[in-house]
């Protein structure tokens, strides 16, 4: 009898080693084909992301605008997804040009910044502007530059077409799913997983909008207080650089001190709105943010990160902006299968990815 079990127990053993490298096999053959269908993919899945933001705000146009008219709750969510983007591309455009015709002003003052850290640290020959832009040689980059744009027009294009044809087939997914699904418990689960996945989606878009337009609308005070130009750009990248978790809005705000170090006399000035932007990132990120956000998401800390690496990774930009909706689409399907369930809980920050699944389900 003791041999018999010692035998079961390396048995079960080997079926679990099996299992996890299974797992892994798959998690490996999966990140290799998401890599490399990423520029088919890419697109896709933000036309997705872009459609559960559309029916999220038409739906809080239809349930929380008393009088809106419910036909309109659509068309009116469309047009405010599509204006966010054109007000993103002429701000860029307009403020480019802004840019471009104060480079000398910029080149001058980054030539006096050289000047005194040649001096502190006793450079015999004090660098330039143009001797640094000689150096890099932008020739070599400008290849680069270009496949860049063009493959950011491609995606947006393609974007945008995917999205209109999932607006466009949106009112059969229902009929598909019943003929898809044999029985009702399975179109019920069904629809319960894309019921997850759906308020999950939103619930992370929501609260990531407000929580950018609190940390944008603070900063453009602090930027407008110390005099800094180009006020509606930055109050752009701040907003868009929000929606990348963890390090996005440390990062955004970033920007505009640094340019406060080439466009004001002193350096004290940058300084200091670098420090009030700094100060208005850590508190709506660490004292508004979890209350908001409380256990609606559910998604462990490091899981977030370590999501914004490997999507990041694999998609890049697009990647870190959808890192964190993707892991709760996946949260939400592991959860649901008995199989898969450890890894969703390994997710989840509680250990309990959806309250309403008991342990035996």
Known sequence: MPDAKRSDQSLSIQLKSLQIAQIITATILTGFTLWAL?????????????LFMIDGLAGA???????????????????????????TIWLTLDNASGFAS??????EKINALLSLAAQHFGLRVTPTTASLIRELNPARFVGELAAALSHFTEGMVFTLIYLG?????????AAKAQAFFQTQGDRQEAARIFE??????ERYVWVQTVVGLIITALSAVMMW???????????AIIFLANYIPAIGAAIGVLFPAAFGVLEFDSVWRALVLLGGLEAVHFVVSHVVQPRMQGKSLNVDPIVV????????????IVGAFLSTPLTVMAMAILA???ATRPLAVLLSSDGKPYADLQPGE
């Open 38 to 50: 990423r520029r088919i993919l890419e697109p896709f899945v933000l036309a997705v992301f872009l």
């Open 225 to 235: 207080a110390t005099g800094l130009t180009h006020v509606g750009f930055w109050c």
């Open 102 to 107: 104060d480079s000398a002003v910029y080149a």
């Open 165 to 173: 044809f999932l607006l466009a087939s949106r009112r059969g997914f």
């Open 61 to 87: 146009l239809r349930n929380r605008v008393p009088g809106f008219p419910r036909a309109a709750a659509l068309p009116a969510a469309i047009a405010a997804i599509l204006a966010i983007f054109g007000l």
């Open 196 to 201: 997850r996945v759906r308020k999950g989606v």
């Open 305 to 316: 990160l370590l999501a914004l690496a490997f999507w990041g990774a694999l998609w890049g």
């Open 336 to 338: 649901e299968f008995k």
